[in-house]
Nanobody, 122 residues
Framework: QVQLIESGGGEVQAGGSATLSCTASGRAFSGYTMAWCRQAPGMEREFVTAITRSGNKKYYGDSVKGRFTITRDNAQNTVHLEMNNLKPEDTAVYYC???????????????WGRGTQVTVSS
């Protein structure tokens, strides 16, 4: 089994920063492309960012380019999402995902965390 557990969510002021973390169980973490997707109430699931298994390729959704950075530490079975210059429209539940099905820049993955709420106040 593979389990993903997110942490680091909370409330932050607009213009501020926050970092989310996702820790994976299992022995195959280094073989997975990892991603973050988010979903706000009444909105469609949105691709945020993805990172390939080696960490040398990163992809970002248009709405977060230049503001968010994804990193991974395979030795720690952990992926991080650094969020800068946060905006109220970034408010959503953020989900960690692993093992892409098809394109890595979609939110179609085999494994999902339970999500962590990020609220950006203005």
């Amino acid at each position: 089994q593979v389990q993903l557990i997110e942490s680091g969510g909370g409330e932050v002021q607009a213009g501020g920063s926050a970092t989310l973390s996702c820790t994976a169980s299992g022995r195959a973490f280094s073989g997975y492309t990892m991603a973050w997707c988010r979903q706000a109430p009444g909105m469609e699931r949105e691709f945020v960012t993805a990172i390939t298994r080696s960490g040398n390729k990163k992809y970002y959704g248009d709405s977060v380019k230049g503001r968010f950075t994804i990193t991974r530490d395979n030795a720690q079975n952990t992926v991080h999402l650094e969020m800068n210059n946060l905006k109220p429209e970034d408010t959503a539940v953020y989900y960690c995902a692993g093992n892409a099905v098809g394109s890595v820049t979609t939110c179609n993955y085999n494994y999902w965390g339970r999500g962590t709420q990020v609220t950006v106040s203005s």
